[in-house]
Each structure stands twice: as structure tokens, then as C-alpha cells.
């Protein structure tokens, strides 16, 4: 049976999607400058994954955003 994703973690990579491609970069580009795997922003932009406060910290410093930034508009 496949998992459900849920909808929190969708609307946070949904998030992280609209930032990074607002900044022109490929999820490698991200993953670069954020000091994590591309297929880690991968499964957090596809939902499939649920991040830790200090991985959505460098997601954010990468991004030139703030957490807040990051989390924003997401219920």
C-alpha cells in the first residue's frame, strides 16, 4: 500500500519549489548551496519528506530567506 503523503509536508515543498524556482535554480543548485543531497530537496519538494528544524534552516540560508520565509502561507 502505498503512503499518503501528507498534506503539511506537500504545502511545505510546494513552498520550497515556488522559492527556489523564483531564484531560477535547479534542486541541484539548492542542494548546493544549502549543503544537501538533490535528492533530499527532491523528496521534501515532492512531500515525501519531513525535515528537521536545522535541514529547513539551511534550506532557508541557502535560499537567502529566513525560516519564517520558508514557512510561510503553509496551514
Known amino acids: 500500500m502505498a503512503k499518503r503523503r501528507?498534506?503539511?509536508l506537500r504545502a511545505l515543498g510546494?513552498?520550497?519549489r515556488q522559492l527556489r524556482e523564483g531564484k531560477g535554480w535547479t534542486q541541484e543548485g539548492?542542494?548546493?548551496?544549502?549543503?544537501l543531497d538533490r535528492s533530499y530537496i527532491?523528496?521534501?519538494e515532492a512531500g515525501l519528506r519531513n525535515p528537521s528544524i536545522r535541514a529547513l534552516g539551511r534550506i532557508a540560508k541557502g535560499l537567502g530567506v529566513s525560516v519564517s520565509d520558508v514557512v510561510t502561507k503553509i496551514d
Not at 539548492?30 to 549543503?35: F, I, N, S
Open 6 to 8: 501528507d498534506p503539511l
Open 14 to 16: 510546494t513552498r520550497v
Open 30 to 35: 539548492l542542494a548546493d548551496r544549502a549543503g
Open 42 to 44: 527532491a523528496g521534501i
